[in-house]
């Protein structure tokens, strides 16, 4: 059964700085990883989808990458803004046609 | 395109009474899917549908929830009764074709009492 894991739960960082979310999933047999945002009380916003024949994704100042073969994803996001402060998800789809969600990683910037 | 469209956005209601989530997929789209957002369990998948068809509704959580999609443009998620358990975000979603990249709507946020 697949299991994705995001960690850290939550993360403060200053304005400006670079960071990295991580998410982890258990099976490597997947089709593809998205990423999304939830600011609060919201739905959720595509950011990235990265299929299972690539390894990154970019999109203005974020850049998704995906190591299937060790599980991970990571959400690269450059000199951060108060308002990327959100929750970010990481979802898995399998061929299987599922998707499994991280519980999220809440991120606030610090201004 | 308006986006994939939730209604009500809030729904309070009291236990035993029949509750009603209405979704309108983006134009064109063939999947729609069903998801429940709570603090403890996170985003779940409680059922999807392809070409109007229901797919897998192993995530439904009793008989209680059902769901239909008579059209390409319309899906409700019905909780028939309600219980206090029940209160979360619901979310629809919808894609162009299976697996592929979701949209979601804003959620509909149910609280029973």
């Known amino acids: 059964k697949q299991e994705v894991t995001q960690i850290p739960a939550a993360l403060s960082v200053p304005e400006g700085e670079n960071l990295v979310l991580n998410c982890s999933f258990t099976d490597s047999a997947i089709y593809n990883l998205q990423w999304f945002r939830q600011d609060p009380g919201k739905g959720l916003t595509s950011l990235l989808l990265i299929q299972s024949s690539q390894r990154e994704q970019t999109s203005g100042r974020l850049n998704a990458s995906l190591d299937k073969s060790s599980g991970r994803s990571t959400l690269y996001i450059a000199a951060s803004q108060p308002g990327d402060s959100a929750t970010y998800l990481c979802a898995v789809g399998s061929r299987d046609d599922k998707i499994i969600f991280g519980k999220g990683t809440r991120l606030h910037i610090l201004p | 395109d308006a986006g994939v469209i939730q209604s009500p956005r809030h729904e309070v209601t009291e236990m035993g009474q029949e509750v009603t989530l209405r979704c309108k997929p983006i134009s064109g789209h063939n999947s729609l899917f069903w998801y429940r957002q709570t603090m403890m369990r996170g985003l779940e998948l409680l059922i999807y549908f392809n070409n109007n068809v229901p797919i897998d509704d192993s995530g439904m959580p009793e008989d209680r929830f059902s769901a239909k999609m008579p059209n390409a443009s319309f899906s409700t998620l019905k909780i028939q009764p309600s219980e206090p358990r029940d209160s979360a975000v619901y979310f629809c979603?919808?894609?162009?074709?299976?697996?592929?990249?979701?949209?979601f709507g804003p959620g509909t946020r149910l609280t029973v009492l």
């Open positions: 979603a919808s894609s162009l074709s299976l697996p592929n990249e979701q949209f």
